[in-house]
């Protein structure tokens, strides 16, 4: 039997675009939900440790090329770390399972907590049997940990057909041995494709020993664990590791990336999880621009000032970024992803998420619960009771303390041991009567020195506090059994968590679950996860060894009725809190943000076929185009963006058609048009937002704001230098009509308060008793005249030019705009841009599918690709009749990187109307689809905008075009 497979639509492509290096945003379109979308749920691992039962005693030799198991070596004499890690082999298994049995019968359960040999807990103990799930070939055993996720993940599956996606990690055969990927064959590999589909849609992906290793001990726990969890790097390298970490990390997120476009159909949710796959959003969303993804990190986020040290820092943002929402523990995770995405990246964002490419990447915090009712059938099985009555008498008359972690740097136990410590000699009348229980479960990467730390202080502490009748301190590295661990919980007094830094701390809930009858306050560390949701623990500094003995003293002297109080806060967040609560509020979230309607209506891409056919049919043709943002890309200094020698060709290629006037609109002064692009015969400027005017072919500037006051500058000087000596990386730009703040350069939220600060202060100060404007624009405020802009410009020209057949402006040719100038222009040009774009581009599908309606996984009416129908132009008072749609009467649409100051009422009326004008118009915006604009077509850099600006085999007399790298497209300044 094989998997089914259902390949991605055609339709999800990006019809003909590049591949997005992930130095740059991918493009969202809008997002495409069926009625019951699947869920294609991915982690790192399947929830299943498979193991590959040798048949060579009945059958054909094993694949490791020789006789004895598949895994293990011909020798017998075969090294541990050939093992999979805390791995009992099936033998023993049966061995151990036969001999308890025996022992029940005889004694009882084993009840000594030191005493646990084999089994099960990381993240939660309870596995299920190690034989429930043998098929064939192919042993199925629950992977220990991640319980959480794993409940809350299976939870859905009440709601949503589910499909689970992840690498099938470490095979192992009957003995416990390793299998090494090489020793598969395609036989092995699909046997196990197939029993996983029919267990629980489990997909898995094979990878090369080499690049598993390299993607996650390599970069996942050597680069981003550490960083993640505060720890910087001690060690300088060539890079030639980090970059081979970097490579397989990248590799290993493709094979992910192209496992889920082997399962999505139109309509899916698509689930990623944590910091192994973060750069599969981006890759995603490269080929399923409207597919619904989301992404929950279950590590914690460090601050920007960590962050920002990590090389590949831009990469990994942008990677995450293509998700449409993303989800973290707590509200503090959220705020420094939020803030790097700002400082390190530049972004714009809010509270609620960042703006990426036009549409809003949501980030909010779902912190993750426990399975309350599995904790609660387990800490009630039959072996936990004998378990509890073994510890009590093992420890009569001792006030018990538990703590359990695994052993990393970030747990804290060294802190917890140490405060221990204290807690003994601040209060001696404590000793030998309190008790810790620290359990340290083997992680996953050995450390040796951490572990030796461990060994030495307990030695010290039994040393110094103890004697022969009592020993202060009981560690047991090991992993312990289910039921011992929840018989801990529930004889303890007190629940100890000292993490440094954690992501969600599921040992604090389940410890909640199990006071129910002794009802032992939990002292936590306020750097976990769960901090922010346990509001009735006692929390601590790690760090204050002090302050943690003295609430540990102040624990054990709690009333009943406050432990009482505070048990009931706790144990209600964690029974309404569950990981159930947590799978359906992200998803439904994902849902209701991808389906607000607050995504912009996509603009298609420019089709140069119908725009180079009325290009050659027009007689006369009137060009406009912006400088900055549309000629050449954003820099962060105005200096910076000089034009490049190709585009100076196209230009000049232009103004030498004699049907063609071509003009360059811009915010910039004067001497910079003239320096840059001066020397183009017959080309049109128009300088300063509209301020200034030179005729093509013509020599002399004509001042359209001679007749205006200038004596406001002397007061906006005054303020702007105000807050540029209060904002470092801020500086002024003096212009003949008009003066601009740049604070691009400065920090990116403290710029932006000093921008609304300015900003009041103009407006209370200079706005109330003079005739100018404030602009605010991308990382700048403006201050001009209230007549100028370049909007009046535009109109000055329509008249001067009533007969011109073909019109085309590029981006923010038209600046600003308001309801005024929607009105005035949009009711004109409706009808010819409705015909245009229906006769061009297909109907897009809706934001909702309805599963009867689809075909092939495609949208109703979609064959092969998606084009996008330009929007309608908005009109104001009355709707435009579609049937009187001609292509003759095309116009043009102003762009939308506009402010509502830059036409007023008086402004428009100034130049008279536009109405005469009966041509075919193009509005051509420089960016992304989702770009808020008003224009009916874009293309996405100003490479793509100078090859559509004259026709192919015009273009191809010109000069040969190099490739722009790592443009922003933006608005102009």
């Known amino acids: 039997m094989s998997v089914p497979v259902s390949p991605a639509p055609s339709s999800t492509t990006i019809n003909g675009s590049r591949a997005v290096p992930l130095t740059e945003l991918a493009e969202t379109s809008q997002i495409v939900l069926s009625d019951k979308p699947r869920l294609i749920n991915v982690t790192h691992q ?19 090329g020789g006789s004895g198991a598949i895994g293990s070596p011909s020798s017998s004499g075969s090294p541990p770390a050939n093992r999979r890690a805390s791995y009992i082999s099936l033998r023993q298994q049966h061995q151990a399972a036969a001999a308890a049995a025996a022992k029940n019968q005889a004694t009882g359960p084993r009840t000594d907590p030191s005493s646990s040999s084999t089994t099960t807990s990381t993240g939660s103990p309870a596995q299920p049997s190690p034989f429930a799930h043998e098929d064939g070939d192919v042993l199925m055993e629950g992977r220990r940990g991640h319980s959480a996720l794993y409940s809350g993940i299976m939870s859905l599956r009440k709601d949503l057909e589910t499909i689970q996606i992840g690498w099938v990690g470490e095979l192992a055969d009957q003995d416990g041995y390793i299998v090494p990927s090489k020793n598969l064959n395609e036989s092995h590999k699909q046997a196990m494709k197939e029993k996983l589909w029919q267990k629980d849609k489990v997909v898995p992906i094979f990878l090369d020993d080499s690049r598993a290793a390299g993607h996650y001990e390599g970069y996942c726990k050597s680069v981003l664990w550490p960083l993640f969890h505060y720890i910087l790097w001690d060690e300088a390298t060539d890079g030639r590791i980090e970059k081979k970490s970097w490579d397989d990390y990248v590799f290993v997120n493709q094979q992910f990336a192209d496992a889920i476009l082997e399962q999505y159909q139109t309509g899916d949710i698509v689930w990623i999880h944590d910091y192994h796959l973060l750069l599969v959003p981006h890759m995603l969303r490269q080929k399923l621009p409207g597919a619904a993804i989301g992404v929950f990190i279950h590590a914690p986020f460090p601050s920007s000032e960590i962050f920002r040290c990590l ?121 030998g009567e309190v008790v810790l229980i620290q359990v340290t479960s083997p992680p996953l990467v050995e450390n040796p020195k951490l572990e030796a730390k461990i060994a030495e202080l307990v030695a010290h502490i039994n040393g110094t ?54 009802h032992g306050p939990l002292i936590l560390s306020e750097f976990t996860g769960t901090a922010g949701s346990l509001s009735g623990a006692m929390m601590v500094n790690p760090w204050d060894y002090q302050g943690v003995a003295k609430v540990i003293y102040d624990a054990l002297n709690l009333s009943e009725a406050d432990k009482l109080l505070r048990h009931n806060q706790l144990h209600k967040h964690v029974l309404s809190h569950t990981a159930q609560y947590w799978a359906k509020n992200f998803i439904a979230e994902l849902i209701l943000n991808v389906g607000t309607g607050e995504q912009s209506t996509p603009t298609p891409y420019l089709d140069l076929n119908v725009i180079t056919d ?34 100076l060709k196209a230009l000049s290629a232009l103004c030498a058609d004699p049907k063609n006037i071509v003009w360059v609109i811009s915010g910039r002064d004067q001497k910079v048009l003239e320096d840059w692009l001066g020397n183009i015969p017959n080309l049109g400027f128009s300088a300063e937002h509209g301020s200034f005017m030179r005729q093509p072919g013509g020599q002399k500037w004509v001042n359209l704001t001679e007749s205006l006051d200038m004596g406001w500058k002397n007061d906006v000087i005054e303020i702007f230098t105000y807050y540029t000596e209060r904002t470092q990386g801020s500086f002024i730009e003096h212009k003949r009509s008009s003066l601009t703040w740049h604070y691009r350069m400065a920090d990116p939220e403290f710029g932006a308060f000093q921008a609304k600060e300015c900003q009041n202060h103009l407006e209370n100060a200079v706005l109330s008793k003079l005739p100018v404007e404030i602009l605010v624009g991308k990382k700048n405020l403006e201050v001009r005249p209230t007549i100028v802009n370049k909007g009046e410009i535009v109109k000055r020209l329509l008249n001067q030019h009533p007969d011109v057949e073909f019109v085309m402006n590029s981006n923010a040719v038209v600046e600003p705009y308001n309801d005024e100038l929607v009105a005035e222009t949009a009711e004109k040009i409706a009808a010819a841009t409705l015909a245009h774009s229906r006769e061009h581009s297909p109907m897009m ?129």
């Open 465 to 518: 506090y103890g004697s022969l009748n009592f020993t202060p301190v009981h560690h047991y590295h090991q992993h312990i059994d289910r039921d011992e661990y929840y018989a801990l919980l529930s004889v303890a007094d007190i629940g100890l968590i000292t993490s440094v830094r954690d992501g969600m701390n599921t040992t604090s809930l389940e410890y909640i679950m199990c006071q129910q009858e002794n």
């Open 845 to 973: 599908p809706h934001l909702h599918l309805s599963s009867s309606h689809m075909t092939n996984g495609l949208a109703p009416g979609v064959q092969d690709s998606t084009h996008l129908m330009p929007p309608h132009p908005v009109t104001s008072g009355s709707a435009v009749p579609e049937t009187t749609a001609t292509s003759s009467s095309s116009s043009v649409v102003p762009s939308a990187s506009l402010s509502t100051s830059d036409l007023s009422r008086s402004s428009i009326s100034s130049q008279g109307s536009v109405g005469s004008y009966n041509g075919e118009r193009f509005s051509i915006t420089i960016g992304h689809a989702l770009k808020k604009t008003l224009a009916n077509w874009h293309v996405t850099s100003p490479e793509e905008l100078i090859r559509a600006e004259i026709p192919y085999e015009i273009f191809e007399r010109v000069a040969e075009i190099k490739p722009l790298g790592g443009i922003m497209a933006h608005s102009g300044t």
């Open 46 to 64: 399947i929830p299943y440790a498979c193991t590959l039962i040798d048949r060579t005693a009945h059958a054909s030799p094993s694949i490791n």
């Open 614 to 647: 009325q290009y050659h049919k027009a007689k006369k043709r009137l060009l406009m185009f912006d400088y900055d943002g549309t000629l050449t890309p954003i820099r962060k200094t105005p200096g910076a963006a000089v034009p490049q020698e190709h585009m």
């Open 311 to 431: 090389p590949k820092r831009v990469e990994i943002l942008n990677g995450l970024l293509g998700a449409n929402q993303i989800g973290f523990q707590t509200y503090s995770y959220a705020r420094h992803f939020i803030s790097c995405c700002t400082r390190v990246n530049g972004y714009e964002s809010t509270p609620r998420g960042v703006d990426a490419m036009g549409s809003t990447v949501w980030v909010g915090t779902f912190p993750i619960g426990i399975d309350a009712e599995r904790v609660e059938r387990q800490r009630k099985a039959p072996g936990v009771l004998p378990k509890m009555d073994a510890i009590r008498k093992t420890y009569k008359g001792k006030r018990i303390i538990v703590g359990r972690d695994k052993l990393d740097l970030v747990k804290g136990v060294l802190q917890k041991l140490q405060a221990y410590e204290k807690f003994l000699n601040d209060y001696p009348e404590m000793q």
